[in-house]
């Protein structure tokens, strides 16, 4: 079968190269892909936002699978075009990927669904947010309503700098993003990631992750759209897992299929385990990216049959996905600047070497340049390992970072540090 992957990031450098391994792949083409993604896949010049385009490349190609990577395309109804067009796509529907989309349609059905989650109220101009303020205790949080790269979100520790994030967002600082805001409890607790595989009926548990959305050692400095992360989450233990899947996951599922917007693809749950249990914090419609990178190190199973298998609705032929005991750990290489204006053209070399100390070194942002590997994006490379403990992964992924010459580029240094210092207790 031929494949068509749609993205250019770390996370769809290690799907192609799942994807690629599988007997079911003959060709694989990337769109628009990266030099990473290159070593596994014929590149292919297709803008996913040009619907008609991509149905052609499809027909032309007889592509069986298309594997969309990030949230755009999603919420731009990519996957609706190719279902109506008879291709069988991984992606949820653009009603579907509203559950990414806007975060009040996720908060108005955890509330229908009776999902835990933060107290919530939706409001559409600076006024109405500061008047619906009152009732919120501090830290309270601002939220834009639709996609904004992770920026989206203001942790307000006075009513000031609250009013001024109000302020911010409907000024227009994130565009149509900020036309609507939620305003939100804030909640306490560690954050933990959960994926699970849905074709809108059968639900496949897909692992546990932790990030690392700060900037900094320490999770210091502003968010970023994640330094580094690890798999499995053991804070997640298999009794939260239990009730992130009937309490969250299930009703989700149900909720959206009741209400005609089945959601088929990957549900990325981000959560927060509260001292009254795991609540959610918000839905991707997507895979995780690092988290992506680490699931997919871990992963048994053929990736082809599996998403093959959402796409076609067959999702209860298999039931179960084979995860590696062993954990995985990425750390993110960035460029210099990041999350600011990241420093493009930096040249890179060394991954050899680090790939032969045994980590995988997936591309996020790199371009080549007259045969020379250079960044061209914030986040850069992707360098991850596996290991019998979270503290042997990272130590053979910092190894590996050490190979790397990219003196452009900076990483965060305690990746993975809760669970570490959790393992050094038991
Ligand atoms: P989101 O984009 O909704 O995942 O939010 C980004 C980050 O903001 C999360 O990973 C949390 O660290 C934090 N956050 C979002 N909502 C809340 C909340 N209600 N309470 C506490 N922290 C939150
Ligand atoms: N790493 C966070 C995300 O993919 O949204």
């Known amino acids: 079968m031929n494949i068509l992957l749609l993205g250019s990031g770390g996370r769809e450098h290690a799907l192609a190269w799942k994807l690629a391994q599988s007997p079911a792949c003959d060709t694989l083409f990337a769109a628009p892909g990266n030099p990473g993604i290159a070593q596994h896949s014929v590149l292919v010049d297709l803008a996913a936002?040009?619907?008609a385009a991509v149905l052609a490349f499809?027909?032309?190609?007889?592509?069986?699978?298309?594997?969309?990577?990030?949230?755009?395309?999603l919420v731009d109804g990519l996957a609706d075009s190719l279902r109506e067009a008879g291709v069988p796509v991984f992606g949820p529907s653009r009603l579907a990927a509203q559950l990414e989309g806007s975060k009040g349609f996720t908060k108005d059905l955890c509330r229908r669904a009776s999902i835990p989650t933060a107290g919530y109220v939706r409001v559409t101009s600076k006024a109405e947010g500061i008047g619906?303020?009152?009732?919120?205790?501090?830290?309270?949080v601002i939220k834009a309503d639709g996609l904004a790269a992770?920026?989206?979100v203001i942790i307000a520790m006075t009513r000031a700098e609250a009013e001024a994030a109000l302020e911010d967002?409907?000024?227009?600082?994130?565009?149509?993003?900020?036309a609507e805001v939620v305003i939100e409890e804030f909640m306490t607790g560690e954050e933990a990631s959960f994926f699970a595989l849905t074709d809108g009926t059968s639900i496949l548990p897909f692992g546990s992750a932790q990030d690392h959305k700060r900037v900094g050692d320490g999770d210091t400095g502003p968010n970023t759209g994640g330094m580094g992360a690890y798999s499995p989450a053991p804070v997640l233990t298999p009794a939260l897992e239990a009730r992130v899947i009937g309490e969250i996951i299930k009703p989700t599922v149900a909720t959206m299929a009741a209400e005609g917007m089945p959601y088929s693809g990957v549900?990325?749950?981000?959560?927060?385990?509260?001292?009254?249990?795991?609540?959610?914090?918000?839905?991707?419609?997507?895979?995780?990216?690092?988290?992506?990178?680490?699931?997919?190190?871990?992963?048994q199973d053929d990736l082809v049959t599996l998403l093959l298998a959402v796409a076609q609705g067959k999702?209860?032929?298999?039931?179960?996905?084979?995860?590696?005991?062993?954990?995985?750990?990425?750390?993110?290489m960035a460029a210099n600047g990041y999350p600011g204006t990241p420093e493009k053209g930096g040249s890179i070399t060394g991954i050899e070497t680090a790939e032969a100390a045994g980590a995988k070194v997936f591309h996020a942002g790199t371009s080549l340049v007259s045969d020379t590997l250079v960044a061209s994006g914030g986040r850069v490379l992707n360098v991850t390992a596996t290991g019998a403990t979270v503290r042997e992964a990272q130590a053979?992924?910092?190894?590996?970072?050490d190979a790397i010459d990219f003196a452009t580029g900076f990483c965060r240094r305690d990746i993975g540090w809760r669970e570490i210092e959790r393992e050094a207790v038991a």
Not at 62 to 72: C, F, N, Q, S
Not at 268 to 275: N, Q, S, V
Not at 316 to 331: E, F, I, K, Y
Request: charged share 15%; net charge negative.
């Open 315 to 332: 999702l209860a032929q298999h039931p179960t996905v084979t995860l590696s005991a062993d954990s995985a750990l990425t750390v993110v």
């Open 150 to 152: 992770g920026k989206g």
């Open 49 to 51: 936002t040009d619907h």
């Open 396 to 401: 053979k992924a910092y190894a590996a970072v």
């Open 169 to 178: 967002m409907f000024s227009g600082s994130f565009g149509d993003a900020g």
């Open 58 to 73: 499809c027909a032309d190609q007889r592509i069986g699978l298309v594997v969309i990577g990030p949230e755009a395309p």
């Open 267 to 299: 549900l990325y749950a981000g959560l927060m385990l509260t001292p009254t249990g795991p609540k959610l914090i918000e839905y991707n419609a997507r895979f995780g990216d690092p988290e992506c990178q680490v699931l997919m190190m871990r992963l």
């Open 132 to 140: 619906a303020l009152a009732p919120f205790g501090l830290p309270v």
